[in-house]
């Protein structure tokens, strides 16, 4: 007898392309329902039965079509960083100036970070796992962040003047540590968005924080940090401090 295999299924939920087929399709409507449950529980807290329910299937189809409760949050997962992925895919470097290579991979990510999110709980999702993270981040950081990060690394290093080509501090610590930079700007504009609204007023958030905004600014000072002799040589000067050792936050005079 042949040995019995899974269906496998190119995801694309939340939702199916008519109302018709989401509610037909068993693994649509799985997604569907569990997509919110593990957004608003956890992966921990949330459970099989509650997802089936809402999906109105039987439970042994979540092991049937993915294989057990993990398969089921990966595939969410996998199926929202698709979905933002089709929408504002990784720019292939290397075809413009350094300088335009940097404006557009910001652009991506933030456009990443602020799309609207229809279903009011995909971002959620997204930065439950960043904060406490399952099996599930090895795929969302290779598939997700790595190629973003490593065109961030590869156009800043092309954008800072070049240095002694024997030391590696260059590589492994300014370069990621701009990189990050970027990334942690544009994160901001995501989750800080009611800090803001208290310090900023909406006048001026409408005229000045929009996406090409927003860009620029984040552009313009990634490439005033690469250019800055004085940024290159402080940086040099620190000494290596590990990231969970204490610090002494007090003034130096």
């Known amino acids: 007898m042949p040995k019995k295999t899974r269906p496998t299924t190119r995801l694309d939920p939340f939702m199916a392309d008519s109302p018709e087929s989401s509610t037909t399709d068993p693994t649509q409507r799985l997604l ?14 949330a ?12 439970v042994a189809a979540v092991s049937y079509y993915f294989g057990d409760k993990m398969g089921l949050y990966q595939a969410v997962i996998t199926a929202i960083r698709e979905k933002r992925e ?47 993270p399952t099996p599930a981040i090895e795929g969302m950081i290779r598939g997700y962040f790595r190629p973003l990060y490593d065109a961030l690394c590869k156009t800043i290093q092309s954008l800072l003047p070049p240095l002694d080509p024997k030391s590696s501090w260059q590589t492994n610590a300014l370069v990621p540590q701009l990189a990050l930079g970027v990334v942690g700007q544009c994160l901001h504009y995501r989750i800080g968005r009611p800090v803001m609204a208290h310090l900023i007023s909406p006048e001026v958030i409408e005229t ?7 860009c620029r ?13 004085n940024v290159i040589d402080q940086h040099k000067l620190l000494k290596p401090s590990p990231l969970n050792e204490p610090q002494d936050v007090s003034c130096q005079q």
């Open 32 to 45: 569907a329902a569990a997509g919110p449950v593990f957004a608003e529980r956890g992966f921990d807290r």
């Open 47 to 58: 459970t099989v039965r509650e997802i089936a329910n809402i999906a109105d299937v039987n």
């Open 86 to 132: 089709r929408a504002y895919p990784t720019p292939v470097v290397g075809k413009g100036t350094p300088q335009q290579d940097l404006e557009l991979l910001v652009r991506t990510l933030l456009s990443r970070m602020l799309a609207a999110d229809e279903t009011g709980w995909e971002a959620m999702l997204m930065m439950r796992e960043m904060q406490h």
């Open 208 to 214: 000045h924080y929009g996406l090409d905004s927003l």
């Open 217 to 229: 600014q984040i552009t313009a000072s990634t490439l005033a940090a690469c250019g800055d002799q």
